[in-house]
């Protein structure tokens, strides 16, 4: 590998922002295929930008974490091949992350200075290795872009390039997949006669036969997952005592330690009202007036059908904190070229 073109390279990478990030997602979004549009938005949101470059910009970079209320695992580096394990296009990781490791150190300059294309052809070189369609690769690749930012090119290229899902599930078509995730709503012949009783499944690992709860029709999801204690899971410390798998700390949008991302259902939830749109804000979690979110606070989200979600390793409380940051360099930079 070449130190300098590695540097250069993100030393690119480096000046886009969580803003210009959004807009590459955004405009890269309808060339992903339909399995992996939400799954791919919602890692973008587990794992920001901009709180990392804070953080890594820090003098003291655990004290600017518990400033910030920060609990879980949140360091993208700790976790690079772990974070992306729900998106469709993890299991092409291996082909994806060799690509743009040769692109970020290669000697040769790069096609085109626009990230956006640079991930397309990153995309399309994995999806010809791999034998599969462009739009398969699409998401996972934007994804390793945003990782190799975070981590640097050493650490990226220093991950053993793993695929951290069953040969069974590998076997699934993206076809399978969508329809496992659309099914769950089924109550039966007599299903009629449950009125209000109703129950359905929320899944929170769809790699997991296991890891689903039932919710009953109308029921919180933290409610619900709080009654499922067999899935009590004591490797996340966030977990207080068997609560079940989403860690819940106040019930009341409070916190923020019960966000989840919606990967499949997000119709199925009640809209979300003002309170929990602040209180979401007010997280940093996500910024947007859609009344059904891919983010949600599970505590104030009710089902009225099968969900599939996914619950990420941290919480915090940021989102004042970025807006403040963001308002600063504004004005340094008014003055600077004022």
Not at 236 to 257: K, N, Y
Not at 282 to 296: A, E, N, Q, S
Request: one cysteine or more; hydrophobic letters at 40%; a negative charge.
């Amino acid at each position: 590998m070449d130190d300098n073109n590695g540097s250069l390279f993100e030393a690119f990478l480096n000046q886009h922002d969580g803003q210009t990030w959004a807009r590459i997602v955004s405009s890269l979004l309808p060339s992903i295929h339909e399995v992996d549009r939400a799954a791919t938005q919602i890692w973008f949101a587990f794992f920001p930008v901009d709180l990392a470059r804070a953080l890594n910009e820090a003098e003291e970079p655990e004290k600017l974490a518990d400033e910030l209320q920060i609990l879980g695992k949140y360091r993208l580096r700790d976790q690079i091949e772990a974070s992306h394990w729900f998106l469709y296009g993890h299991r092409f990781w291996p082909v994806v992350k060799d690509a743009l490791a040769a692109h970020a150190s290669g000697p040769a300059a790069p096609d085109s200075l626009d990230l956006a294309d640079q991930i397309r052809e990153i995309a399309s070189r994995a999806a010809s290795q791999s034998k599969v369609d462009m739009s398969l690769v699409l998401g996972i690749t934007a994804v390793g872009f945003m990782t190799l930012q975070q981590v640097g090119l050493t650490a990226f290229i220093a991950a053993p390039g793993e695929v951290r899902i069953s040969k069974k599930r590998l076997a699934l078509t993206p076809e399978q997949v969508l329809r496992n995730r659309a099914g769950g709503d089924s109550q039966g012949l007599f299903g009629f006669l449950k009125g209000a009783e109703k129950t359905y499944s929320v899944v929170f690992n769809e790699h997991d036969q296991d890891s689903r709860f039932k919710i009953i029709c109308g029921q919180e999801l933290t409610t619900a997952a709080a009654n499922d204690t067999g899935h009590f899971t004591p490797r996340d410390p966030r977990l207080l005592g068997s609560e079940g798998p989403i860690p819940v700390q106040c019930r009341a949008a409070a916190c923020g330690t019960c966000w989840v991302g919606i990967l499949a259902g997000q119709d199925k939830l009640t809209d979300v009202d003002r309170f929990e749109g602040t209180r979401i804000k007010d997280f940093g979690y996500i910024v947007t007036d859609d009344p059904k979110p891919l983010i949600r606070l599970a505590c104030r989200a009710q089902a009225h059908g099968a969900v599939s979600i996914v619950i990420p390793p941290w919480n915090g409380v940021f989102g004042k904190f970025l807006r403040d940051r963001k308002n600063t360099n504004l004005v340094q930079d008014h003055q600077t070229t004022g």
